[in-house]
Nanobody
């Protein structure tokens, strides 16, 4: 599976962005897809994940209620809708795919495939 993240940019605090993660390859629908972010000088953090069939999602506490993940398996694409953005959301955002059990999907080391990252900058 090859992943390509897009949709990043510069936005003012309180604004919104939608990131996309387009996948190529077979059986995309068999992968859980997660979003992670890494701010400059900091470790990579889990943002959220969506299950294979799209029925379940889970989010980091820092984005819960503001971010939402969805997927369109017919288009091999996963979306990260980000609302009420804060300067603390500034980071490079990565999508990644895994077949690991749902309980382990918050940990980046369980992901086999990663996109190249898209940069999000939130100005105050």
């Amino acid at each position: 599976v090859q992943l390509q993240a897009s949709g990043g940019g510069l936005v003012q605090a309180g604004g919104s962005l939608r990131l996309s993660c387009a996948a190529s390859g077979d059986n995309f629908r068999t992968y859980n897809v997660g979003w992670f972010r890494q701010a400059q000088g900091k470790q990579r953090d889990f943002v959220g994940v969506i299950a294979r069939a799209g029925g379940s999602t889970r989010y980091a506490d820092s984005v819960k209620g503001r971010f939402a993940i969805s997927r369109d398996n017919a288009k091999n694409t996963v979306y990260l809708q980000m609302n009420s953005l804060e300067p603390e959301d500034t980071a490079v955002y990565y999508c990644a795919a895994t077949r690991v059990i749902w309980g382990a999907t918050m940990r980046g080391e369980h992901y086999n495939y990663w996109g190249q990252g898209t940069e999000v900058t939130v100005s105050s």
